[in-house]
């Protein structure tokens, strides 16, 4: 089994071809770097299908190209070209053949199918956008789910207009609690339901579920093509409930399954809680799911539970394992499943019996998602029948590959972004042991040094902090981390308390009491750096995004430790930021136990803006004026009270930027601001 290189003192992990090296990473080199992702292994082990994902200097954006990789021969074969981005392949059942969502020029995304013996075609001619694409059993059906669009509601009526008259447009009427979501802007009315399109329907898809109710992916087939598996929220208080932000449903989910014939629908599990991720058994007795009971709690973690295909003797499998999963996918067995988890910012695969008892299998899974520069916890897999496991495995020294897991060995398939790492010398990655000065519990860090790391010498640090809260970190690359160091800092980061892959009492300390001690453990990190050596304790800079930019705005307010801070997309305010964010509905419910009316007390003693009248860190506050998630107008507060108090602060805006950024040419000029902000406060070293 391929393991990461330890975590303790001395773990220091050596970046590919750096003898060779002429030079230290720069922004720019964000348009060089490539990545893999959603690597789907056919059934019988022979191939598999990833995509390939990059970043394009022309578009300044993504770009997302399927391939094909031989795992008898490591031999890479293109499966699409041209213009478009191509996402989502499924291997039909028997291997001939891969389905793929192709998204043209002019917007639309289309299913296609291509044939290994060399032929492609579209299968569908649709306005809306299909996901979460599932082969049907028999290879001729392909199942998914699409936005039905519905009239929204109007009020008044509007005036005729003179023929050649130039007027505004006219408005725009909500009547829902959950109306836009970050990155989108205000929701597409209409509701998520199944379709299916036949290989020989002619492209015409037939609709299975229907109503005033929205659906969620992923599905699954029963064997006997019967019946589709899916998550759906059907209760009457559907549109009042919090949205998953990442998936666009309601959290209160449920598994259903809908008869693929007359479209017949059963409701599986009863109790209240976000279930999702139905995964049907080999034989179609047994079902698995993701989920728990909801607590109405800030972190629960996501068990295994299988029941009956009926519904029948539901129950949890995982108990015994206090992380949450991420995916479960069958073993050809049927008494067992493959699991995903995040343990201590590690992300894992293990093979769980139904008895809950576990076999590791990999333990280096590794993914780029949409923060591009930053190493949070995550990565994907699939299984073949014979129990060979594709994932996305990566180190602090590469981005993510194709890797492949079988007869108890591991063999990197990719290689994907080696003339880049070729010509760079990259920081080293070092575990960092701490210690929480509050009650003693041991928190995960790391450092990025910088590239040619001199002991003898004292270097400045940046402590970086995750967002979320509730997320993690690990010892993967970060291509921020990477132009901090090459920028001569050392670069600090990990899990304070309220991070997951701890455990759920690890991130329930900060349940209603966020930011609090995580401050202390913060703190503790950065004690533990200098003592370790190579810090000049008076060269410390901290910065973060989201819930880092929470903490970096409280930690200003709480110490003056650091020369400068950046705080970005802050969240400064609770009770503003509740009334105008895009998770309103969430933060209410899982965030505070009372609204702001209720209990302004709370919520005013954990807002950064209590404590600015304590500042005196030069702080620049980003943020990007499309910002849903924290809304602008946060870091506006933040930015006007440092103003008026007469700290030395800049406001750096980012024109046509949701919270997180996806062009790279602003991730790049972010990461140049950042490092010249902190190079005017940084002082000669102290010797």
Same mark, same amino acid.
């Given at each position: 089994?391929?393991?990461?290189?330890?975590?303790?003192?001395?773990?220091?992990?050596?970046? +590919?071809?750096?003898? +060779?090296?002429?030079?230290?990473?720069?922004?720019?080199?964000?348009?060089?770097?490539?990545?893999?992702?959603?690597?789907?292994?056919?059934?019988?082990?022979?191939?598999?299908?990833?995509?390939?994902?990059?970043?394009?200097?022309?578009?300044?954006?993504?770009?997302?190209?399927?391939?094909?990789?031989?795992?008898?021969?490591?031999?890479?074969?293109?499966?699409?070209?041209?213009?478009?981005? &191509?996402?989502?392949?499924?291997?039909?059942? *028997?291997?001939?053949?891969?389905?793929?969502?192709?998204?043209?020029? *002019?917007?639309?995304?289309?299913?296609?199918?291509?044939?290994?013996?060399?032929?492609?075609?579209?299968?569908?001619?649709?306005?809306?956008?299909?996901?979460?694409?599932?082969?049907?059993?028999?290879?001729?059906?392909?199942?998914?789910?699409?936005?039905?669009?519905?009239?929204?509601? $109007?009020?008044?009526?509007?005036?005729?207009?003179?023929?050649?008259?130039?007027?505004?447009?006219?408005?725009?009427?909500?009547?829902?609690?959950? /109306?836009?979501?970050?990155?989108?802007?205000?929701?597409?009315?209409? /509701?998520?339901?199944?379709?299916?399109?036949?290989?020989?329907?002619?492209?015409?898809?037939?609709?299975?579920?229907?109503?005033?109710?929205?659906?969620?992916?992923?599905?699954?087939?029963?064997?006997d093509g019967r019946w589709i598996y899916f998550a759906g929220n059907r209760s009457d208080e559907w549109n009042r409930?919090?949205?998953?932000?990442?998936?666009?449903?309601?959290?209160?989910?449920?598994?259903?399954?809908?008869?693929?014939?007359?479209?017949?629908?059963?409701?599986?599990?009863?109790?209240?809680?976000?279930?999702?991720?139905?995964?049907?058994?080999?034989?179609?007795?047994?079902?698995?799911?993701?989920?728990?009971?909801?607590?109405?709690?800030?972190?629960?973690?996501?068990?295994?539970?299988?029941?009956?295909?009926?519904?029948?003797?539901?129950? =949890?499998?995982?108990?015994?394992?206090?992380?949450?999963?991420?995916?479960?996918?069958?073993?050809?067995?049927?008494?067992?499943?493959?699991?995903?988890?995040?343990?201590?910012?590690?992300?894992?695969?293990?093979?769980?019996?139904?008895?809950?008892?576990?076999?590791?299998?990999?333990?280096?899974?590794?993914?780029?998602?949409?923060?591009?520069?930053?190493?949070?916890?995550?990565?994907?897999?699939?299984?073949?029948?014979?129990?060979?496991? +594709?994932?996305?495995?990566?180190?602090? *020294?590469?981005?993510?590959?194709?890797?492949?897991?079988?007869?108890?060995? $591991?063999?990197?398939?990719?290689?994907?972004?080696?003339?880049?790492?070729?010509?760079?010398?990259?920081?080293?990655?070092?575990?960092?042991?701490?210690?929480?000065?509050?009650?003693?519990?041991?928190?995960?860090?790391?450092?990025?040094? %910088?590239?040619?790391?001199?002991?003898?010498?004292?270097? %400045?640090?940046?402590?970086?902090? !995750?967002?979320?809260?509730?997320?993690?970190?690990?010892?993967?690359?970060? +291509?921020?981390?990477?132009?901090?160091?090459?920028?001569?800092? =050392?670069?600090? &980061?990990?899990?304070?308390?309220?991070?997951?892959?701890?455990?759920?009492?690890?991130?329930?300390?900060?349940?209603?009491? &966020?930011?609090? !001690?995580? &401050?202390?453990?913060?703190?503790?990190?950065?004690?533990?750096?200098?003592?370790?050596?190579?810090?000049?304790?008076?060269?410390?800079?901290?910065?973060?995004?989201?819930?880092?930019?929470?903490?970096?705005?409280?930690?200003?307010?709480?110490? !003056?430790?650091?020369?400068?801070?950046?705080?970005?997309? %802050?969240?400064?305010?609770?009770?503003?930021?509740?009334? $105008?964010?895009?998770?309103?509905?969430?933060?209410?419910?899982?965030?505070?136990?009372?609204?702001?009316?209720?209990?302004?007390?709370?919520?005013?003693?954990?807002?950064?803006?209590?404590?600015?009248?304590?500042?005196?860190?030069?702080?620049?506050?980003?943020?990007?004026?499309? *910002?849903?998630?924290t809304t602008v107008g946060e870091a506006e507060q933040f930015y006007q009270a440092l103003q008026l108090r007469h700290?030395?602060?800049?406001?750096?805006?980012?024109?046509?930027?949701?919270?997180?950024?996806?062009?790279?040419?602003?991730?790049?000029?972010?990461?140049?601001?950042?490092?010249?902000?902190?190079?005017?406060?940084?002082?000669?070293?102290? !010797?």
């Amino acid at each position: 089994m391929r393991r990461l290189l330890g975590v303790g003192l001395s773990a220091l992990f050596v970046c +590919a071809g750096a003898q +060779a090296a002429t030079r230290v990473l720069e922004p720019r080199d964000l348009f060089k770097m490539q990545w893999a992702n959603d690597p789907q292994i056919r059934m019988d082990g022979a191939q598999i299908a990833y995509v390939r994902a990059g970043n394009d200097i022309i578009t300044d954006g993504q770009t997302e190209s399927l391939w094909l990789i031989d795992t008898a021969t490591g031999v890479q074969t293109p499966l699409t070209s041209g213009p478009g981005h &191509y996402s989502s392949p499924r291997w039909s059942p *028997d291997g001939s053949k891969v389905a793929y969502l192709s998204t043209g020029t *002019d917007g639309h995304t289309q299913i296609l199918v291509h044939w290994l013996r060399g032929e492609t075609a579209a299968l569908t001619r649709l306005v809306e956008t299909p996901s979460d694409i599932t082969w049907s059993p028999d290879g001729k059906q392909i199942a998914f789910v699409m936005l039905e669009p519905v009239a929204g509601p $109007t009020i008044g009526k509007p005036l005729e207009k003179p023929p050649g008259a130039q007027w505004g447009e006219g408005p725009v009427v909500i009547n829902e609690l959950n /109306f836009r979501a970050d990155g989108q802007g205000l929701d597409k009315r209409g /509701f998520r339901h199944i379709y299916v399109v036949s290989l020989a329907g002619g492209g015409v898809p037939r609709q299975l579920t229907s109503g005033p109710f929205s659906d969620a992916g992923p599905l699954a087939w029963s064997p006997d093509g019967r019946w589709i598996y899916f998550a759906g929220n059907r209760s009457d208080e559907w549109n009042r409930e919090p949205e998953d932000w990442a998936r666009h449903t309601a959290m209160t989910l449920s598994i259903y399954r809908v008869n693929a014939a007359d479209g017949s629908l059963t409701q599986l599990s009863h109790e209240v809680g976000p279930y999702h991720a139905p995964a049907v058994s080999p034989n179609g007795k047994l079902i698995a799911f993701l989920g728990y009971p909801d607590k109405h709690i800030g972190n629960q973690s996501v068990q295994l539970n299988v029941m009956d295909a009926d519904g029948g003797n539901p129950h =949890v499998v995982s108990e015994s394992l206090d992380r949450s999963l991420t995916d479960c996918q069958w073993a050809a067995d049927g008494r067992s499943l493959y699991i995903a988890y995040v343990d201590h910012g590690l992300t894992k695969v293990a093979r769980m019996g139904l008895d809950g008892r576990m076999e590791p299998i990999v333990s280096d899974l590794a993914h780029v998602g949409a923060a591009t520069q930053l190493p949070y916890s995550g990565g994907e897999f699939t299984v073949s029948t014979k129990g060979a496991v +594709a994932y996305t495995g990566g180190g602090p *020294d590469h981005l993510p590959e194709v890797y492949l897991a079988r007869a108890g060995k $591991t063999q990197r398939l990719t290689d994907l972004n080696s003339e880049l790492l070729s010509e760079v010398t990259l920081g080293k990655l070092a575990a960092l042991p701490v210690k929480s000065s509050f009650d003693g519990r041991a928190i995960e860090a790391w450092e990025v040094l %910088p590239p040619n790391f001199d002991p003898a010498r004292k270097y %400045p640090l940046i402590l970086e902090m !995750h967002g979320g809260p509730y997320a993690s970190y690990g010892p993967t690359f970060a +291509a921020d981390y990477q132009f901090y160091a090459s920028a001569g800092y =050392v670069v600090l &980061y990990g899990n304070p308390r309220g991070s997951t892959s701890s455990g759920e009492e690890f991130a329930n300390l900060i349940y209603n009491d &966020y930011p609090s !001690h995580d &401050y202390d453990d913060l703190m503790s990190m950065v004690d533990a750096a200098i003592q370790r050596g190579g810090v000049d304790a008076g060269n410390l800079f901290v910065t973060g995004s989201s819930g880092g930019g929470v903490l970096t705005s409280w930690i200003v307010g709480k110490t !003056h430790r650091f020369k400068a801070a950046v705080t970005q997309r %802050p969240v400064i305010n609770w009770t503003s930021w509740l009334l $105008t964010t895009d998770m309103g509905a969430f933060g209410a419910r899982y965030w505070f136990k009372h609204m702001p009316w209720e209990d302004q007390e709370t919520y005013w003693k954990h807002s950064p803006i209590a404590w600015v009248g304590n500042v005196t860190t030069p702080t620049m506050v980003v943020v990007g004026l499309n *910002d849903l998630r924290t809304t602008v107008g946060e870091a506006e507060q933040f930015y006007q009270a440092l103003q008026l108090r007469h700290i030395p602060t800049e406001l750096y805006e980012i024109p046509g930027a949701a919270h997180v950024l996806t062009r790279p040419s602003q991730l790049a000029q972010q990461s140049t601001a950042i490092v010249e902000w902190f190079n005017r406060y940084r002082s000669a070293p102290a !010797h």
